[in-house]
């Protein structure tokens, strides 16, 4: 479980097929507390950590189902040395829930149609699966490349955020361009309630 807070910005050190994906990702996280087995938020993607190391930096590494690969940006925009990844440890009892609840489970691809400057801020507006639209209402949250974020307005599958300069310092939205595809996360709760209006 994750909050949708970034808290530090992954650069791939290298990808290699080995049956499934295996990455190789660097940090700033004390590897040291880091437990093999340990979940961790990659782009908003859920993945265990198989090893650590501090050579030459201190990096983890995680593999990646090829079911996984399918279902995110990960096959879409293809993992490779260089790439920047967003970062969020675990949930642990006690911890600030800065954001919102988020399991780490992609339901789908977004796509950025527009980036514009909104004073300091920029307005990203993306096109959701049409499945998907329907979860996402004005003002209410959504996890995007594991980023919570609120949304401000929603015609038809497409739906507005604005990203203080913040958060693109801290995460790699600074990086983002128009037509890239992001992790898209419907918030748990939008879901329950569409479900218990199909069964009213």
Not at 34 to 57: E, F, R, W
Not at 70 to 84: C, D, E, P, Q, Y
Not at 127 to 153: H, M
Not at 160 to 179: C, E, L, R, Y
Request: hydrophobic residues 40%; negative net charge.
């Amino acid at each position: 479980m994750f909050t949708g807070i970034i808290t530090d910005i992954g650069d791939i050190l290298e990808v290699e097929q080995r049956g499934d994906l295996r990455a190789r990702i660097a940090t700033s996280y004390d590897v040291g507390g880091i437990d093999i087995g340990a979940s961790i938020a990659c782009d908003g993607v859920c993945l265990t950590v198989i090893a650590t190391g501090t050579d030459p930096k201190p990096w983890f590494d995680v593999e990646i189902s090829g079911e996984t690969v399918s279902v995110t940006n990960i096959g879409r925009n293809g993992w490779s040395a260089g790439k920047l990844v967003n970062l969020e440890r675990a949930l642990r009892v006690g911890d600030e829930l800065g954001g919102h609840i988020v399991s780490g489970h992609v339901d789908g691809l977004a796509e950025i149609v527009a980036i514009e400057a909104e004073g300091d801020s920029k307005r990203f507006r993306f096109k959701a699966p049409d499945d998907l639209a329907r979860f996402i209402a004005p003002k209410g949250s959504v996890a995007l490349n594991g980023t919570s974020l609120t949304v401000n307005e929603v015609d038809g599958a497409e739906f507005g955020v604005n990203i203080i300069p913040h958060t693109q310092m801290v995460t790699n939205w600074g990086k983002a361009v128009a037509d890239d595809a992001v992790n898209l996360e419907v918030d748990t709760m939008a879901r329950y309630v569409a479900r218990l209006q199909d069964w009213g």
